[in-house]
């Protein structure tokens, strides 16, 4: 090994793989990208090897990278095991779960709103599927989940609604039969598109499924058919027409902080004027 590991850095390390990537675990952790690299970087000059390669448009994890991450966990959690019997002042953590669904601005109003409204939280986000993020509430994993509820099929608290659009290959909707992308992680987003397409007389082929919404993007740009998808801007696919009107989705709070005043009560109100600018058709940009 060339050097020694820097905790900060192998914090950075693992809010990538909990998060899903490199911008995401900047987002959350307050960084820039470039310095989100940089930890990186300086991690495989300690190691001397690489430790992430690049997967498509994304990133993964080398077989070097992996046994680092189980490392990295092992000596944080050490590491603040020993702050803690130490009884070193440390800001409390909230770990607030966020579905896949919600754009990047949006993550950088709620972590920035967050950090500005409460300082004396360590703040961390999770951005998972919402079927997902429901397994995390159980096992209490996630203080706070910001959940998309497609058809009355989550609990929580309603913040604001997301308009839901149908997008893909424009030759798929004309198609006598509509080829239909599945995606299985948001609780009753499939249905709703099958019902909506039932209703209109459509008859629906399952093309694809994914269990992400990027495999369902992936999927649509593939040309493999269209998908009923949450509008979060941004995501560059063309709105299949000739399809029923798909509504909206609620956006909700879940989890023990739910219901609470304080962080529950500023987390409405940063999503709430982003939701109602998407609603509007507007840009999420940040505050």
């Keep these: 090994m060339a050097g020694g590991l820097d905790v900060d850095q192998l914090r950075t390390f693992v ?8 911008g995401r675990a ?29 997967a498509g448009r994304g990133s993964a994890l080398t077989a070097d990278g992996r046994r680092l991450l189980v490392e ?6 050490v590491h603040d095991d020993a702050l803690e019997r130490l ?6 953590t909230l770990v607030v779960g966020t579905a896949e669904v919600l754009p990047a601005a949006a993550l950088r109003v709620l972590a920035e709103g967050l950090r500005d409204a409460h300082p004396d939280i360590d703040l961390v986000v999770r951005v998972e599927p919402t079927a997902h993020l429901l397994g995390r509430i159980g096992h209490e994993v996630v203080d706070l989940a910001v959940l998309l509820d497609v058809d009355d099929a989550v609990a929580g608290r309603a ?3 997301l308009p839901l659009r149908w997008v893909g290959h424009v030759d798929a909707a004309r198609a006598s039969g509509v080829r239909l992308v599945g995606y299985d992680e948001t609780p009753g987003l499939r ?14 082929e399952m093309s694809a499924e994914a269990a992400s919404l990027g495999g369902v993007v992936e999927a649509l740009r593939a040309g493999l058919g269209v998908a009923l998808v949450p509008d979060a801007g941004g995501d560059g696919l063309p709105t299949a027409p000739g399809l029923p009107e798909p509504g909206d989705a609620v956006v909700r709070l879940s989890g023990r902080l739910a219901h609470e005043g304080g962080i529950a009560d500023t987390v409405a109100a940063l999503l709430g004027a982003v939701l109602v600018r998407l609603s509007a058709g507007g840009p999420p940009r940040p505050a």
């Design 72 to 77: 990295a966990r092992r000596i944080l959690a």
């Design 191 to 204: 249905q709703k598109a099958l019902r909506l397409l039932a209703d209109a007389g459509r008859p629906v």
């Design 15 to 22: 809010a990538i793989d909990d998060l899903g990537g490199f």
């Design 159 to 161: 913040i604001g609604r």
């Design 87 to 92: 009884a070193v002042a440390r800001p409390r």
């Design 26 to 54: 900047a987002d959350a952790l307050g960084l820039s990208q470039p310095t989100v690299s940089q930890h990186v970087r300086r991690l495989e000059g300690a190691i001397g090897r690489p430790l992430v390669r690049r």
